[in-house]
């Protein structure tokens, strides 16, 4: 079946430190790849995706790049923020369509002091 | 345009009883999902609704049932509630590969 690794949190970091949050998939086929954000007492925003292989995501200064060699999608920032404070999920599509399930990692909280 | 309304936001039950959780999808979107959200862990998928059938469940028990009205939003009821079900329940809607979450509803079992 699908699944989704995600280095556990927290990660604790300095204002403007450069962020790094692994993430690894298992899936058949060619499946699309998300970053989700999740802040306190909040639903799930979609950060940032890619659908293909050697895609690049990237938002709000957040990039992922799908690599299909290693079956990774890692999450990197170079100048975190306070304000990124928050929970971060790694998600798989197994086809890019409404109509299938996502799955996700289990999450790496984000803390940045400043 | 709103998103995905979710109610109530929280919720606290008995053990044993039954709830009911309402989700109205964003404007345009056809499929909801919805997701348990334990405590520290990642949301887990329940069940996907489309054309008012239930199209794909994931690893959740018959006591997780739900249904979807014509006019797309969905409704998620859980009977003889435990202690475990305590947890965020989200809702999503989509339409092309663009998913849409809720805020979500906290059920707390007691």
């Known amino acids: 079946g699908n699944s989704v690794t995600q280095m556990e949190g927290p990660v604790t970091l300095s204002e403007e430190a450069f962020l790094t949050i692994n993430c690894t998939y298992t899936a058949t086929g060619y499946p699309s790849l998300f970053w989700y954000v999740q802040y306190p007492g909040e639903g799930l925003q979609l950060l940032l995706k890619a659908t293909k292989a050697d895609d690049k995501g990237s938002n709000k200064g957040f990039e992922a790049t799908y690599r299909k060699e290693t079956t990774s999608f890692h999450l990197e920032k170079g100048s975190v923020q306070v304000s990124d404070s928050a929970v971060y999920f790694c998600a798989l599509n197994p086809l890019d369509t409404g109509r299938r399930a996502l799955t996700f990692g289990s999450g790496t909280r984000l803390q940045v002091q400043p | 345009d709103a998103g995905v309304t979710q109610s109530p936001t929280h919720l606290i039950k008995t053990r044993g009883q039954q709830v009911t959780l309402r989700c109205s999808p964003k404007?345009?979107?056809?499929?909801v999902s919805w997701y348990q959200q334990a405590l520290g862990q990642g949301p887990q998928f329940i069940f996907q609704?489309?054309?008012?059938?239930?199209?794909q469940r994931g690893n959740f028990p018959d006591r997780f049932s739900g249904h979807q009205f014509p006019n797309y939003s969905s409704e998620l009821n859980v009977n003889a509630l435990l202690l475990g079900d305590s947890a965020l329940y989200l809702c999503?809607?989509?339409?092309?590969?663009?998913?849409?979450f809720g805020s979500g509803t906290r059920l707390t079992v007691v």
């Open positions: 404007s345009g979107h056809d499929t």
């Open positions: 609704y489309y054309e008012e059938e239930e199209r």
């Open positions: 999503a809607s989509s339409l092309w590969g663009g998913y849409t």
